[in-house]
């Protein structure tokens, strides 16, 4: 490579010409020797790797908890990078200490992930409350304090801390008064903006943005790759436009949960979204790399189908394509390979509409489905006007249920109509049998998904003892 990956590393400069494709949990052990951050299961699930990442947003510099064995190091130029090392200061913070005093901490495996995972909830959460803290270290394993000391010092912490609730430079100074972190975070947003761009972050090659899949399964590979890596325009990344919400395909997980145009047509989305990954995760995985990735069971697509969204795909021209007739096989896409999911549009939802997601998996949170469903709908006097249905772990692709849908539309809400619904789109699906359930499973988990749409949308329609074994 001619040119070189430059960042801030725990307030230092780093300018490397090393691979771009280098994990950098590895550049950070085995190039700087900075060892706090420790390698554990490297598929993003454990959380022990965790590493702060800091952008540049208007004036002040957002941070965010992510595992490092899931970042390609050009994804981190013109970023500020900070380990473990680069938050403790001459003695135990307050935050350390209080773990320490609640005996929350036992081989210490684990511990500087999850303070990273604390630290970046302190730089950059909205709300500092002990609930939204002990949801932000969820990606983070514990194998052997137990998790009952670690709440309880977090909650001692928060109750004596005192730290503004203000975000950006005031909750820097803060955070710093109260000896949580050093003082060169001040001048970061500044030493940020003089990091040029190279052609490292403009070339021509593989597009990564999140990476949290790609990663992981073709570690080996992405050395010797040539790779783009993907930025977006956090200032307008959501939009209202002629009638469309427009969402920047760059777009996390995180950026979708926190996006309040997105939050005011769709105020449940942030409680959907929680049930996709890890903390660490949501704040890497993008919008673009979910839908490209065509995961049968993918969850923003699962949502997405149901909301009857429109990707714009670019290369040298512009097209659309509706998401429903996107996915032709499993794995394969209506996308040439030098063309870049760029934007997806959702019709503004009509006044009164109801819409509902559900997921079935192993576990609750951290999991991926073995069964997802969404429905929109708007209804008049009783009858459904319109709608849109979704299915996903039961078809080689994320499918739209195109005849449900269309059995569905003109028919009153009744016990037969959501029966019947239920037994055509058991004929829409072929599940196979897996880790996560067998087919018959399956079939039998859509069926109660749909019934549970409805069941939400009013809950008098499923009191029936028949609709729950028929």
């Known amino acids: 490579m001619d040119n070189p990956v430059i960042f801030i590393l725990n307030g230092k400069e780093i300018r490397t010409f090393s691979?771009?494709?280098?994990?950098?949990l590895d550049f950070i052990r085995k190039e700087l020797f900075l060892t706090g951050t420790k390698?554990?299961?490297?598929?993003?699930?454990?959380?022990?790797?965790?590493?702060?990442?800091?952008?540049?947003?208007?004036?002040?510099?957002?941070?965010?908890?992510?595992?490092?064995?899931?970042?390609?190091?050009?994804?981190v130029h013109g970023k500020h990078v900070v380990t473990i090392e680069g938050i403790n200061?001459?003695?135990?913070?307050?935050?350390?200490?209080?773990?320490?005093?609640?005996?929350a901490i036992q081989c210490g495996f684990c511990t500087a992930g999850l303070i990273m995972s604390i630290t970046g909830f302190l730089l950059s959460g909205r709300q500092l409350s002990p609930e939204n803290a002990i949801d932000a270290i969820a990606g983070n394993i514990c194998r052997c304090t137990g998790y009952s000391s670690i709440k309880r010092a977090i909650e001692h912490f928060l109750s004596e801390s005192e730290i503004s609730p203000e975000a950006g430079r005031k909750r820097l100074e803060s955070l710093i008064k109260k000896g949580l972190i050093p003082h060169y975070f001040l001048e970061v947003p500044e030493r940020l903006k003089n990091i040029p761009q190279t052609e490292n972050t403009k070339a021509e090659g593989a597009v990564v943005a999140g990476g949290t899949d790609i990663m992981l399964q073709k570690r080996h590979e992405i050395p010797d790759i040539k790779l783009n890596f993907l930025s977006k325009d956090i200032e307008d990344a959501v939009r209202l436009e002629n009638d469309f919400l427009i969402l920047d395909a760059g777009l996390t997980v995180t950026?979708?949960?926190n996006s309040v145009v997105l939050r005011n047509y769709f105020p449940q989305i942030k409680d959907y979204l929680k049930l996709f990954g890890s903390h660490q995760i949501r704040n890497r995985a993008t919008l673009g790399g979910n839908i490209v990735n065509a995961s049968p069971a993918a969850d923003m697509v699962n949502i997405l189908l149901a909301l009857d969204s429109t990707l714009v795909i670019k290369n040298k021209e512009v097209r659309e394509v509706a998401l429903k007739d996107f996915y032709l096989a499993y794995k394969s896409l209506d996308k040439k390979e030098d063309e870049l999911v760029i934007e997806v549009k959702l019709p503004v939802p009509e006044a009164g509409y109801f819409f509902n997601y559900e997921k079935v998996s192993r576990r609750t949170h951290l999991d991926i489905a073995s069964v997802n469903s969404s429905i929109y709908m708007k209804t008049e006097s009783g009858f459904i006007k319109s709608v849109h249905i979704s299915a996903g772990g039961v078809a080689p692709i994320p499918l739209y249920l195109k005849e449900t849908a269309a059995f569905l539309r003109g028919k009153e809400i009744t016990f037969e109509t959501i029966h019947n619904a239920a037994l055509i789109a058991g004929g829409e699906i072929s599940p196979i049998s897996d880790i996560r359930g067998s087919s018959e499973y399956k079939r039998l988990l859509l069926r109660q998904l749909i019934f549970a749409h409805f069941q939400k949308?009013?809950?008098?329609?499923i009191e029936s003892p028949e609709m729950l074994f028929t």
């Open 255 to 257: 950026d979708l949960m």
């Open 457 to 461: 949308f009013s809950p008098a329609l």
């Open 39 to 75: 390698e554990g299961c490297r598929e993003g699930d454990c959380g022990a790797c965790t590493v702060l990442i800091g952008e540049n947003s208007r004036d002040f510099t957002c941070y965010r908890a992510q595992n490092s064995c899931l970042i390609p190091l050009g994804s």
């Open 89 to 103: 200061l001459n003695a135990l913070s307050p935050l350390q200490e209080a773990l320490i005093g609640e005996g």
């Open 19 to 24: 691979n771009p494709g280098t994990v950098l």
